[in-house]
């Protein structure tokens, strides 16, 4: 029995989860849908921001005989409960969490259509607030098998949580496709930025003797994480059958419009055509390369221009408290690139409104190109700022191909099955999650080993990502409008719509959500946006060390 059917049921035997039971009325305001998606998305962002868990979980047992452990096999050491563990063996469980995104997200993208946003939010809270209760007591348990195999199931809960949102905001906001994908996609972009200081915080208030809190700050973020998830869960409502904003009217067909399609496409059939395969390569080539720099960012700045970051010379050596500034000045890139990587989610979706899906990509792709070929240039002359000032840009773009893809989708295959298709889609982000820091990692050390200085070992691996960038803008030239013989007929459409039990209430479409914004819309984006806010602080203060 899954979470959701185990729940109470209501009186007409239909769950209180049920997507019937999530139906807007009159009185709601479409406007209240980005809080409940931004509520979820985060929560499941602080996956980005987990590595602030690596360094103090490698400190949890006082007194380990290094030498002793040091001798221990990786199997052993997935058992030891008297040893500390290590960065390496750590970093995969960040691996497990994309992995597992973009598979449930593949797996259970279907489903999550015809189950509705509230149904899956809420199963999403309950594996990630509390996979990261049960990782906690792993933690408890010094157990680094058990902490593999729980991150699986946070995964699960990255992978609904993160598509959950993409289908009703494209259908309720039919006239702001970009910005409303954007906003929501921006939270997990931004869920770092709130949620590492958070734990920072946390793991001091719960650390006894010396020892890091590391499994109390785990419990508290899974309590915190679910109760603002589930709240969210909560808080969708899903538009009426053929619901339209007042006043908007569907472009007309034509040649202005002929990327944005009236007609649907199934989801299985979907994966049929070259469309879905071209914008596949979009994500990638776009993800391959910006991952590539968030996961050597903060070394890349210190290896081109190390003492130049805190303005001395260096050649007669560097203090150690020189050493710690520059460490310091490199951390700080780490928080500009979490507040580009979130504003540049809604900048750029919100812009592929005015331009359209496939000219944002033109765009991402050419001043991308321009920007990784300039960076070994700034090193080169020695510029940190204009070298930092690039790399966020490229990190805004990063963010901005995430958010604007969901709407590209909508555009060429409908919107009736489009979280199921960007379900899929995401394996994208999978693969390039694995590429990406691969590429830039194997290059350096090449590169190292052959006996290339720090400053320019990374110049080889920026070209190879400017010419995969050169290769998504050749995917995105190539995605043309979808033959009509993939598209859904009138049976299909109606017997889908019947899955979702629209039948019964596409009638009142045209006077539902029409209600005003009012007190519970104030309160609702103040639960999201103060939290916010303050990440962006934390954010900005951390990136000041740069200047």
Not at 241 to 250: I, M, Y
Not at 336 to 346: E, K, P, T, V
Not at 460 to 471: E, K, R
Not at 518 to 533: D, E, Q
Request: proline share 5%; charged share 10%; aromatic share 12%.
């Amino acid at each position: 029995m899954s979470v959701a059917e185990g729940l109470e049921r209501m009186p007409s035997g239909v769950s209180v989860l049920d997507r019937e039971r999530t139906v807007a009325k009159a009185s709601f305001n479409r406007w209240l849908v980005p809080p409940a998606a931004l509520a979820i998305h985060l929560c499941i962002g602080m996956a980005y921001g987990f590595s602030v868990f690596w360094l103090p979980m490698t400190r949890l047992i006082p007194g380990a005989d290094a030498a002793a452990c040091a001798k221990l096999g990786f199997l052993e050491l997935l058992v030891s409960t008297s040893c500390n563990w290590t960065v390496p063996t750590l970093a995969p469980i960040f691996e497990i969490f994309i992995a597992m995104l973009g598979i449930s997200a593949a797996i259970w993208g279907g489903w999550l259509e015809h189950a509705g946003p509230r149904k899956a939010g809420f199963i999403s809270a309950v594996c990630w607030g509390g996979g990261l209760v049960l990782m906690g007591l792993a933690v408890t348990l010094h157990q680094l098998w058990l902490l593999y195999v729980i991150a699986f199931f946070c995964g699960i809960g990255q992978g609904l949580g993160y598509i959950t949102p993409v289908s009703t905001l494209i259908k309720w906001f039919p006239d702001r496709r970009g910005m409303a994908t954007g906003l929501a996609i921006m939270g997990y972009g931004g869920g770092a930025m709130i949620g590492a200081p958070l734990a920072v915080w946390l793991m001091g208030e719960f650390a006894s003797g010396g020892v890091p809190g590391v499994a109390g700050a785990m419990i508290a973020l899974g309590v915190i994480y679910f109760v603002f998830m589930a709240s969210g869960a909560f808080g969708f409502r899903v538009s009426p059958s053929g619901w339209t904003p007042t006043g908007w009217t569907p472009p007309a067909s034509g040649n202005a419009n002929a990327m944005i399609t009236r007609q649907h496409v199934h989801l299985d059939e979907a994966a049929k055509t070259p469309q879905f395969w071209l914008i596949w390569g979009v994500l990638f080539c776009n993800v391959t390369a910006g991952i590539a720099v968030i996961s050597m960012a903060s070394p890349m700045l210190q290896d081109v221009f190390g003492p130049k970051l805190i303005g001395v010379d260096g050649s007669g050596g560097l203090t150690p408290t020189q050493m710690a500034a520059v460490a310091a000045a490199a951390a700080g890139l780490v928080g500009l690139i979490s507040l580009f990587n979130a504003l540049g989610r809604i900048f750029w979706a919100s812009f592929s409104d005015k331009v359209g899906r496939k000219n944002l990509y033109y765009i991402l792709f050419v001043l991308g190109i321009t920007l990784y070929c300039l960076l070994p240039t700034w090193g080169k002359l020695g510029l940190p700022l204009a070298f930092v000032a690039s790399i966020c840009i490229i990190l805004s773009m990063y963010g901005g191909g995430f958010a604007t893809v969901p709407a590209y989708l909508a555009d060429i295959f409908g919107t009736q099955m489009v979280g199921a298709i960007h379900g899929r889609l995401i394996t994208a982000w999978s693969a390039a999650g694995i590429v990406g820091p691969a590429v830039i990692a194997s290059f350096r050390q090449f590169q190292l080993d052959h006996g290339v200085s720090k400053a320019h070992v990374y110049d080889i691996t920026l070209y190879v990502m400017a010419g995969l960038l050169l290769c998504g803008l050749i995917c995105n030239a190539l995605v043309r409008p979808v033959n009509q013989k993939h598209w859904m007929t009138d049976e299909e459409l109606a017997r889908e719509r019947a899955l979702l039990h629209e039948a019964k209430t596409s009638d009142n479409a045209q006077t539902a959500a029409r209600g005003p914004f009012g007190v519970v819309g104030v309160l609702a984006w103040l639960v999201v946006g103060v939290p916010f806010l303050i990440g962006l602080y934390f954010a900005i203060a951390k990136a000041m060390a740069l200047f």
